[in-house]
């Protein structure tokens, strides 16, 4: 666990992330954000630490903290995809559609299979009326995915967002 992580060497950045995760999901942001800043503070170069950091400062709407945290991730690790995808994400959450498409178009080239990349890519695609391109990384997104169908249809596949429509439908239920 990350407490006896922490007990064995209160040094180590990541049980810190771990409950900042934890504390995340049980809607503690305050605990959340505290947790990251400190694995930060024990490893500034950790990329797991400013990820998840940057994600719990947009999912609070503090927009330009979560880009100087993802910028640093950057620097410290360039190819990664979920760092390119995160700047995607707070860029079409920031309302820059430019920004967002040269970091999607990036990302794709980074990592043209990562579920983040190309739920995003298609985000900024559809947003940006690049529909084609949307439905084009559509085609790559699993249909389980929460936002596929909206987002087919956002694209003017209505006929494939029907389609994804009924196999949801026909589905059991998990048992």
Known sequence: ???????????????????????WLAYDWKGAASEMQTAIQRDPRDVEARLQYARVLYGSHRFDEALKQLRTAHEIDPASAPILSHLVSVYYLMGRMDSAVVEAGRALETDSTNITTLIWA?????????FAEARSILAHV??????????????????????????????????
Do not use: I
């Open 142 to 175: 699993p249909d389980r995915t929460f936002s596929k169908g909206f987002q087919l249809a956002k694209a003017g596949d209505l006929e494939g967002a029907r389609q994804l429509l009924h196999a949801m439908e026909a589905r059991r239920p998990a048992e």
């Open 122 to 130: 298609a985000a900024v695609y559809t947003r940006s009326n690049r």
């Open 1 to 23: 666990s990350s407490q006896r992580a922490l007990l064995l060497d209160s040094t180590l950045a990541q049980p810190h992330v771990a409950l900042g995760l934890s504390r």
